[in-house]
């Protein structure tokens, strides 16, 4: 399990994993209260300008860690965020109606941020 040395703040701006070659593409996180939200890097932007173009995921901070929970243990999907093949070597990840697909390179570099705790949140207290 993640250590708790490694929770970044409660507010973040968007960031992405240490080993994203380019930060153009990637999976990118922001953390903000309880909430954790989720959108790929391709679209980067004001996300009230656009939403069904530029979609971003929010859970909240315990269902992210249930997420990378899974993710990490190869699951792949657990509760209602969830990650799956998208063909190609693509995966996708969705909540709900939202859907985000990342490359091969993109998601290897989530998942190696993931291991190393980059993306841990504590869930904030009830």
């Known amino acids: 399990m993640p250590s708790i040395a490694r929770y970044r703040p409660a507010a ?3 960031f992405t994993s240490t ?3 380019n930060g153009n593409q990637c999976v990118e996180v922001r953390f903000d209260g309880a909430a954790v939200h989720i959108r790929d890097s391709k679209f980067r932007r004001d996300p009230a300008h656009r939403p069904a173009e530029e979609p971003v995921i929010t859970v909240d901070a315990r269902e992210w860690m249930r997420f ?3 993710v990490l243990a190869g699951a792949g999907a657990d509760g209602q965020l969830g990650a799956e093949p998208a063909g190609g070597g693509r995966m996708k ?3 709900g109606a939202v859907e985000l697909t990342y490359t091969p390179g993109e ?3 989530f998942l190696a ?3 190393d705790g980059e993306f841990d949140r504590a869930p904030a207290p009830a």
């Open 93 to 95: 990840v969705r909540h």
């Open 113 to 115: 941020g993931a291991r």
């Open 68 to 70: 990378l929970a899974a």
């Open 12 to 14: 973040t701006g968007w």
């Open 19 to 21: 080993r994203t070659n």
């Open 107 to 109: 998601w290897a570099a």
